[in-house]
Nanobody, 119 residues
Framework: QVRLAESGGGLVQPGGSLNLPCTAS????????MGWYRQALGNQRELVAS???????RYADSVKGRFTISRDNAENTIYLQLKNRRPEDAAVYYC?????????????WGQGTQVTVSS
């Protein structure tokens, strides 16, 4: 079992910056990647950015060049830095940990943190 603790959400003005940390605890042996997803009201949950155990990151096209994901393996923590925020970035952001162990795959989710963009 893996538990994810998120923080850092809140209100930010358009163009402003925000950092979202997420710390994982529990059995991390089979975790292959961690990342952030978001879900705006009325929309499906979508990938924002993820980073695998080798440090390779991938981003949604809508956030490339504006958001940066990084990973501290010693602390089992990932960080999503949001820059040049746009109104459409407002959503509930969920931390994710993806696991495979030969017997299948599983996603673990945090409780979500609200990010609001408002002037």
């Amino acid at each position: 079992q893996v538990r994810l603790a998120e923080s850092g959400g809140g209100l930010v003005q358009p163009g402003g910056s925000l950092n979202l940390p997420c710390t994982a605890s529990g059995d991390m042996r089979y975790i292959k990647s961690m990342g952030w997803y978001r879900q705006a009201l009325g929309n499906q949950r979508e990938l924002v950015a993820s980073v695998n155990n080798r440090g390779s990151a991938r981003y949604a096209d809508s956030v490339k060049g504006r958001f940066t994901i990084s990973r501290d393996n010693a602390e089992n923590t990932i960080y999503l830095q949001l820059k040049n925020r746009r109104p459409e970035d407002a959503a509930v952001y969920y931390c994710n940990a993806y696991m495979t162990d030969g017997g299948g795959e599983h996603d673990f989710w945090g409780q979500g943190t609200q990010v609001t963009v408002s002037s």
